[in-house]
């Protein structure tokens, strides 16, 4: 199995574009999870689904997040638009039963 | 509250020591207590986790402790090496939502 698969590995833009970052989770997984970790804030969970459907965005930090799962095989977060304080590491990760998480090697974002 | 709290937030050791890192929680409804450890650069790992029905589990060199009624739980590493070098986190679950919270993290140094 490859694992839980993100991309880019590396983002660099500007200030006021829009960022997509995309996960492809284990195959067989329900549970897909985004995370993002800054030195300052840690491990923040933004958003997870079960099943493709959104169970709690509550962490989502305002409207210029949202996140989308069309299928079981790939879901996308998107910042519209970027600001530098975005810049972290954001994670994905999946699971089968929702406790038991594995990551995907993470997109560097960088908001200049 | 949600945190988990996570002690001590740096450790060294020498080669050849234990190290022990300590979370508590205060959500009695938690009931899944994984480990992590994130090398630098790289994705958490799971390392070892432990269900609420067991009080310890091993795994060679690792081993966690879970004490449900003080709420605290222990990850404890024998004779360290300089490759477990890296930050771990502690984390538990939030009931059945799915959702994982984080401790802050705790960065182990383990001198040659």
């Known amino acids: 199995d490859a694992g839980v698969i993100q991309s880019p590995r590396h983002e660099v833009t500007e200030m006021g574009q829009e960022v997509t970052l995309r996960c492809k989770p284990i195959?067989?997984?329900?549970?897909l999870f985004w995370y993002r970790q800054t030195m300052m804030r840690g491990l923040e969970l933004l958003i997870y689904f079960n099943n493709n459907v959104p169970i709690d965005d509550s962490g989502m930090p305002e409207d210029r997040f949202s996140a989308k799962m069309p299928n079981a095989s790939f879901s996308t977060l998107k910042i519209q638009p970027s600001e530098p304080r975005d810049s972290a590491v954001y994670f994905c990760?999946?699971?089968?039963?929702?406790?038991?998480?594995?990551f995907g090697p993470g997109t560097r974002l960088t908001v200049l | 509250g949600e945190n988990v709290e996570q002690h001590p937030s740096t450790l060294s050791v020498q080669e050849g020591d234990s190290a022990v890192i300590k979370c508590t929680y205060s959500d009695s409804a938690s009931n899944y207590f994984p480990w992590y450890k994130q090398e630098l650069g790289k994705r958490p790992q799971l390392i070892i986790d432990i269900r609420s029905n067991v009080g310890e589990k091993k795994d060679q060199r690792i081993a966690v402790t879970l004490n449900k009624t003080a709420k605290h739980f222990s990850l404890h590493i024998t004779e360290t090496q300089p490759e477990d070098s890296a930050v771990y986190f502690c984390a538990r679950n939030s009931g059945n939502t799915g959702k994982l919270i984080f401790g802050q993290g705790t960065t182990l140094q383990v001198k040659p």
């Open positions: 195959s067989g997984h329900d549970y």
């Open positions: 990760a999946s699971s089968l039963d929702a406790d038991t998480q594995y």
